[in-house]
């Protein structure tokens, strides 16, 4: 359903739903702006598995002009164009394991950036397109050691506990970065100025969004009092957050203030409403629209 999110003329800190108009009608999440706000990168389902596909931003047809740039056997998730337009970053899941690939806009020059054991999800650029931020179980591997030790080097072990990390990798998969301990680190990506890293954080039973300097690491509760909070998303100057919070049973689309102040819903309407994503002029919001048995795109 699409959602008006132009400030009311009456209180310029309201954002009234005007009007609903569903556009999809498939399996289609997790849509990605392009930075000229003029495409769309989401997973379909509309040409057999989950797929990274790209549509115009101005569609309304169905998704008729909708585009499938990955193939194979394994499923896609986590689309996230780079700021600079030339890339996009995506997980793959292949051979049991989900890894970090990039690839140009038209799906060719695939690269994958990371391996070996472990979980590597929710891929984000950094602001200069430079590098990725992701979320990784990579430290909570032990890996083998010794005279079975593969010669090759590959990271091979068992699973510890599955903590989730956030990490940083450059885009010919060297100079991996570690940025957190304790685990529980999600959603993650980089201030339109690189300066802080917006999250969600998973701890002691409660699901919060908290923003951390990258500098200083010192961080910030946006949550407050709110244990059900997630996907977390910048607004394109930086100033707002949008996000998605759980409200009698279901997820709701909410924005607020980069502190954590002006907390206001957005949405409130039939089903999960969830990965919203701010479009580059800042007048829409992107998300996905899970109403079962149809998972769809709202704008």
Known sequence: MPADTTPHKDNPSEFPLKHVKSFTHVVDYEPFWSPDGHQIVLISSRHGGLKVHVMDADSIDGGKDMRQLTTGTGEDDSPAWSPDGRK???????????????????GT????????????????????????LFNTTHFSITPQKGKNAPSDNR???????EQMELAT???????????TTGGGYTYASFSPDNRFILHRRIEAGASRIFIRNVDTVDFQNLSGSSDLDGWPAWSSDGRRVVFSRRVNESFQIFVMNRDGSGVQQITDATGEFTNPRWSPDGTRILCSRRSPPNVTLAV
Not at 90 to 103: A, E, K, N
Not at 110 to 132: C, F, Y
């Open 88 to 106: 996009i970053a995506y997980v793959s899941i292949r051979d049991g394991t989900s890894q970090v690939y990039t690839m140009n806009p038209d």
């Open 109 to 132: 020059q695939e690269k994958q950036l990371t391996k070996g054991l472990g979980e590597n999800i929710h891929p984000m650029w950094s602001a200069d397109s430079n590098r990725v």
């Open 155 to 161: 990271v091979i072990g068992e699973k510890i506990d």
């Open 169 to 179: 990798i450059r885009l010919d998969g060297t100079d991996l970065k570690r940025l």
